[in-house]
Nanobody
């Protein structure tokens, strides 16, 4: 079973810049696209970013483009989501997931392996 473990969530003030991490094995990070998703209260799960295992190519949802950055730390076997300028509507459970799709994707149906999620709450 492929394991993904998120960390870094919590209570954040508006405008804050938390960083989420997704830990996985070296084999997983070198084989699968790793995506970040979020699901806010009463909302559908939204794909927000993805990084390719081969060339490090990235994609972002329009809702986070320019504010969030996804990157891979090979030394720590993690994929990081650095977030900036958080707003209350960014609140939700953030998940990382792995996909064998041949290119980066934000489509959740193309992801087979999911972490348990980490809660991010943006509030003053």
């Amino acid at each position: 079973q492929l394991e993904l473990v998120e960390s870094g969530g919590g209570l954040v003030q508006p405008g804050g810049s938390p960083r989420l991490s997704c830990a996985a094995s070296e084999r997983v990070l070198s084989t699968y696209n790793i995506g970040w998703f979020r699901q806010g209260p009463g909302k559908e799960r939204e794909g927000i970013s993805c990084i390719s295992p081969s060339d490090g190519g990235t994609i972002y949802a329009d809702s986070v483009k320019g504010r969030f950055t996804i990157s891979r730390d090979n030394a720590k076997n993690t994929v990081t989501l650095q977030m900036h300028s958080l707003e209350p509507q960014d609140s939700g459970i953030y998940y990382c997931a792995a996909s064998g799709w041949p290119k980066p994707t934000k489509e959740s149906a193309l992801y087979c392996f999911w972490g348990q999620g980490t809660q991010v709450t943006v509030s003053a």
